[in-house]
């Protein structure tokens, strides 16, 4: 998945937080006396010091920093661009649900939000508590290339594998190929794969079957390969496949333990 780079990430925010001449509104000077380059670099090193802390530190972290912010309502609206482009945005490197749902709340009775923003709070909170970190991976119904119907939990059923990586994935995503690639090249995930410790789950969760099939050669053939027949993960229903490729990194008792990951975090994790 793409990484966030910061120079476009700098681009993002002036874009996206309106800044006018002094004259017309708020003044770069007005968001603490640095410039959004500046601001994004602080943040950026903000999100790596959550992701060394434990999800009950991260969480006391984000509630003190979205507090502190409240008290202007200028670098209240920077703060939120920033959270989002850090936490939410799919090709961030530092997306994190999790570190989310602080904000989603804060979002939805700040008195700085504007009615938009607290509608839209409100729609992603039950889609952000789906499959959270420590809770058992919803179940689906998919189809296997042979026609057979099974789902998730009786697939991992019956191969008892330690840890289960659900891939989301696609013929015509590029990242999806390069994902496929890199999992297919790596030496210790092939052992594992091979010791029935590791179980590789992909999944095609859109309606070009046909395309999907004529692709299947391209994927490891240890791999358990299914397709949704009735888009039903696309519903948001169970989950939240808001972007391809999409990683869930499971345990044994088939417990989320990263949603929606990059893949580096999710190599590291997976031993």
């Known amino acids: 998945m793409t990484k966030c780079h910061l120079s476009l990430l700098c681009a993002a925010l002036l874009l996206l937080s309106g800044c006018k001449p002094a004259s017309q509104g708020p003044s770069l000077s007005e968001y603490g006396q640095h410039s959004l380059n500046a601001?994004?670099?602080?943040?950026?090193?903000?999100?790596?010091?959550?992701?060394?802390?434990?999800?009950?530190?991260?969480?006391?972290?984000?509630?003190?920093?979205?507090?502190?912010?409240?008290?202007?309502?200028?670098?209240?609206?920077?703060?939120?661009?920033?959270q989002e482009k850090f936490f939410l945005d799919p090709n961030s490197p530092y997306r994190n649900e999790e570190l989310y749902l602080p904000v989603v709340a804060h979002l939805q009775t700040s008195p700085h939000a504007t009615r938009e923003q607290r509608d839209r709070a409100a729609w992603l909170e039950p889609r952000l508590l789906l499959n959270r970190p420590g809770t058992v991976a919803a179940d689906f119904p998919f189809t296997l290339p042979n026609g057979r119907t099974t789902t998730l939990h009786a697939a991992i059923d019956s191969r008892h594998p330690r840890q289960t990586?659900?891939?989301?994935?696609?013929?015509?995503?590029?990242?999806?190929?390069?994902i496929t690639e890199a999992l297919a090249a790596d030496p210790e995930v092939s052992a594992r794969i091979a010791a029935g410790e590791l179980l590789v789950i992909n999944i095609h969760p859109d309606a070009d079957v046909e395309t999907w099939l004529d692709y299947l050669p391209n994927y490891p053939g240890e791999w358990i390969c299914g397709y949704d027949p009735d888009q039903l993960l696309l519903s948001d229903t169970r989950y939240w496949v808001r972007a391809i490729p999409s990683l869930y990194l499971l345990d044994e008792e088939k417990r989320v333990v990263l949603k929606d990951a990059p893949l580096e975090k999710v190599l590291v994790n997976g031993k």
């Open 39 to 82: 601001r994004a670099a602080r943040f950026e090193q903000y999100a790596q010091l959550l992701s060394t802390l434990s999800p009950m530190e991260a969480w006391v972290r984000q509630e003190s920093l979205l507090a502190e912010a409240e008290r202007d309502s200028a670098e209240w609206q920077l703060q939120m661009q920033l």
């Open 165 to 178: 990586l659900l891939f989301f994935s696609n013929p015509g995503c590029a990242n999806c190929k390069e």
